[in-house]
Structure formats: C-alpha cells, structure tokens
T-cell receptor, first 108, second 110 residues
Framework: ELKVEQNPLFLSMQEGKNYTIYCNYS?????LYWYRQDPGKSLESLFV?????AVKQEGRLMASLDTKARLSTLHITAAVHDLSATYFC????????FGAGTRLTVKP | EAQVTQNPRYLITVTGKKLTVTCSQN?????MSWYRQDPGLGLRQIYY???????DKGDVPEGYKVSRKEKRNFPLILESPSPNQTSLYFC?????????FGQGTRLTVV
C-alpha cells in the first residue's frame, strides 16, 4: 500500500529565510505532485515531477524528485508572507495519495 | 476548459438524512476519486474508480457509497450521515499525468 509521509507538518519562518519540506513515499512511482492550498480553497497545482532527477522552479519555490530514494523536496528561498499556505505532496500510482500537508506561516 | 465540478459547495444537514454530492469531469478521464480533508490529517481517500462500474475502497470508506455508471460522473452518497462526517470533501479525476480537483464541498452534519 502506498504511503506518503511529509514533514514538517508545521513550519513557521521569518521572511527572507530558506527552508525545505520533505516528502517520502513507500512504493515505486515516477509521478510526484506538489500542491498549494489556501484556507477554504481547493488545491492549486504547483509542480508535476515525472522522472528521477527532475527539478522544477517557479519563483521562490523549487521542487526536486529522487525516485531511487523515493524522496521529493520543496525548497523555499527567501520566504515572503504570500507563501503562507498549506503545501501537499501527492504520489500518483493509478490513484493519488497525499501527504498530511505542511502548514507554512511566514512572519515579517 | 478542463474541469471537475462538484455540487453543492456548501451543505448543512441533519444526522440520518441521506445526501448525495455530485462530481462531474469533462476530460474523459478513467480515474476518479473522493477525498475528505480534516485538520491535521491531510486528504484521505474515501473511494476511487478506475473506470465505469469499477470502484474500490480507499482509506476511509465507512459510511460512504459511490457509483460510476457513466465515465464523467462519480457521485458520493452518504446514506445516513453522522456528525463525524463533517468535513471538506474533494473530488478528483486523473489520467496519465493529468490530475484535476473540484472546488470542494464543505459538509456539516448536525
């Protein structure tokens, strides 16, 4: 059974700092997704990673995938308040399984 | 425009009163799923469907039913809702590397 573990679950950062969110999964997959969710909203797709070594960047966020280690990371560079949200990783193996989410709060 | 449409967006109901949350997708995707989201627990899969007339239980199926009579529709049925089913529900469809989510249904059972 596919399990997806994400950490940390809560992250409080100061503006301008860097941090990484980790996503481990238990079975072979080469389809890893990162989503952002604002309170009361649906999920917004951030990145789709489809191969080992894939790296994608958008603004202050960069995601990478290591399929051999079954690990994906979401790196935040020089955080700003607008990045405050909950971030989910998800692995697609026919159906999609999610990590528990990381609630990120960026403080001035 | 590719989309997954859920209805209703908000619903308050009483314990024991049967309800259905509808989900429709316009992308001809084979896979559809229902999730519930609760604080601190992320999104947990309730049921999923691999194609018409093919459904299977996810992680938290108790108290829910689904059907997949047509490829585009995947309704979630609560035969006898209870307060512990108060949650935010999402429908999703996916095929290949495409994955789309509905806007969510906030259900309150009193």
């Amino acid at each position: 059974e596919l399990k997806v573990e994400q950490n940390p679950l809560f992250l409080s950062m100061q503006e301008g700092k860097n941090y990484t969110i980790y996503c481990n999964y238990s079975t072979t997959s080469d389809r890893l997704y990162w989503y952002r969710q604002d309170p009361g909203k649906s999920l917004e797709s951030l990145f789709v990673l489809l191969s080992n070594g894939a790296v994608k960047q958008e603004g202050r966020l960069m995601a990478s995938l290591d399929t051999k280690a079954r690990l994906s990371t979401l790196h935040i560079t020089a955080a700003v308040h607008d990045l405050s949200a909950t971030y989910f990783c998800a692995v697609l193996n026919n159906d999609m399984r999610f990590g528990a989410g990381t609630r990120l709060t960026v403080k001035p | 425009e590719a989309q997954v449409t859920q209805n209703p967006r908000y619903l308050i109901t009483v314990t024991g009163k049967k309800l259905t949350v509808t989900c429709s997708q316009n992308m001809n995707h084979e896979y559809m799923s229902w999730y519930r989201q609760d604080p601190g627990l992320g999104l947990r899969q309730i049921y999923y469907s691999m194609n018409v007339e093919v459904t299977d239980k996810g992680d938290v199926p108790e108290g829910y039913k689904v059907s997949r009579k047509e490829k585009r529709n995947f309704p979630l049925i609560l035969e006898s809702p209870s307060p512990n089913q108060t949650s935010l529900y999402f429908c999703a469809s996916n095929q290949g590397t495409e994955a789309f989510f509905g806007q969510g249904t906030r259900l309150t059972v009193v």
